[in-house]
């Protein structure tokens, strides 16, 4: 068990819908940063927060967006959801800012299927 | 062309065999991450590296910054090894946000 906990785990939803997407890091752990793996791109790099405020941003569509709670848990929002948004959505935690210092920590992921 | 090449794609070995993944990169990076995804989906991190090597129990990852290289060996392998293993690199042209970049992952089964 790494810590971080993902929910939920498995989500089915019509194209056109929104869907949230619940992150709870490591206790302690100031970084979240969501990845999104689907077959054809393979693991991409969606965003991070540290502390409540955006760190990096990397392949995420303007119709996806994040945040970052006062207690530290992240939610990832995806609307006007397309077949190619299927994919599993991971999060992972670190107790750094950077992911060239220290070990990262993944949730188990969200699998979202868009039918 | 990926940034991050990894080689093979799959591979299986017989229980007990000596196994090594390879992952080439392109440009320089900042540092290295080799992660296991297991069947059911979750990934777990096994190392990070910016030069020499690392071990962990019967795995050791080594990196050569100059040849832009980086393997995964696995010693006396075991069918619960069996995951898909990723390399995952901080490109030094990300500048401060120094985020993951991922290569293919290769697919490694273990016999029994």
């Known amino acids: 068990d790494s810590g971080v906990t993902q929910t939920p785990k498995h989500l089915i939803t019509a194209t056109g819908q929104r869907v949230t997407l619940r992150c709870s890091p490591r206790?302690?752990?100031?970084?979240v940063y969501w990845y999104q793996q689907s077959l054809d791109q393979g693991l991409q790099f969606l965003i991070q927060?540290?502390?409540?405020?955006?760190?990096a941003k990397g392949n995420i569509l303007e119709r996806f967006s994040a945040q970052q709670f006062p207690d530290l848990h992240s939610e990832l929002n995806l609307s006007s959801l397309e077949l190619g948004d299927s994919a599993l959505y991971f999060c992972?935690?670190?107790?750094?800012?950077?992911?060239?210092?220290?070990?990262?920590?993944f949730g188990e992921g969200s699998r979202l299927t868009v039918l | 062309k990926n940034e991050v090449e990894q080689s093979p794609q799959n591979l299986t070995a017989q229980e007990g065999e000596f196994i090594t993944i390879n992952c080439s990169y392109s440009?320089?990076?900042?540092?290295l991450h080799w992660l296991q995804q297991h069947p059911g989906g979750g990934i777990v991190s096994l190392f990070m590296?910016?030069?020499g090597k690392k071990k962990h129990g019967r795995l050791i990852a080594t990196i050569n910054i100059q040849e832009k290289h980086s393997s995964l060996h696995i010693t006396a392998s075991h069918p619960r090894d069996s995951a898909v293993y990723i390399c995952?690199?901080?490109?030094?042209?990300?500048?401060?946000?120094?985020?993951?970049?991922f290569g293919s992952g290769t697919q490694l089964t273990v016999l029994p």
């Open positions: 590296l910016s030069s």
């Open positions: 927060y540290y502390n409540g405020e955006e760190r």
């Open positions: 995952a690199v901080i490109l030094k042209s990300s500048g401060s946000a120094r985020q993951l970049t």
């Open positions: 992972a935690s670190s107790v750094v800012g950077t992911t060239n210092t220290g070990e990262l920590f």
């Open positions: 206790s302690g752990d100031l970084s």
């Open positions: 440009v320089g990076i900042s540092a």
